[in-house]
């Protein structure tokens, strides 16, 4: 069982910035992949960034540029670092964590990002 704790949420104007970390803990294989998901209200919950621990990484188009994935393989930590946010961007974001053959998800933080 593997259980994901995130953090960095908030508030913030459009063009702002915002970092989101989501810690892991339990049994975790060495081979793993970390992202983020976000849902926004009246839509599907969707991929925003992933990272392999090999550091292969992948954005959704409507982030490139603006967003950036990171880890720590020691601590078991993926990061977001979000700049030149958009009020299109508001949205719960998930952390998640594909884990051997299951995948497994944080509770969720709210960014609002204001025009």
């Known amino acids: 069982q593997v259980q994901l704790v995130e953090s960095g949420g908030g508030l913030v104007q459009a063009g702002g910035s915002l970092r989101l970390s989501c810690s892991a803990s339990?049994?975790?294989?060495?081979?793993?992949?970390m992202g983020w998901y976000r849902q926004a209200p009246g839509k599907q919950r969707e991929l925003v960034a992933t990272?392999?621990?090999?550091?292969?990484?992948n954005y959704a188009d409507s982030v490139k540029g603006r967003f950036t994935i990171s880890r720590s393989n020691v601590k078991n930590t993926v990061f977001l670092q979000m700049n030149s946010l958009k009020p299109e961007d508001t949205a719960v974001y998930y952390c998640?964590?594909?884990?051997?053959?299951?995948?497994?998800w944080g509770q969720g933080t709210q960014v609002t990002v204001s025009s």
């Open positions: 990272i392999t621990s090999g550091g292969s990484t």
């Open positions: 339990g049994f975790i294989y060495i081979d793993n992949t």
């Open positions: 998640c964590m594909q884990n051997g053959r299951s995948n497994y």
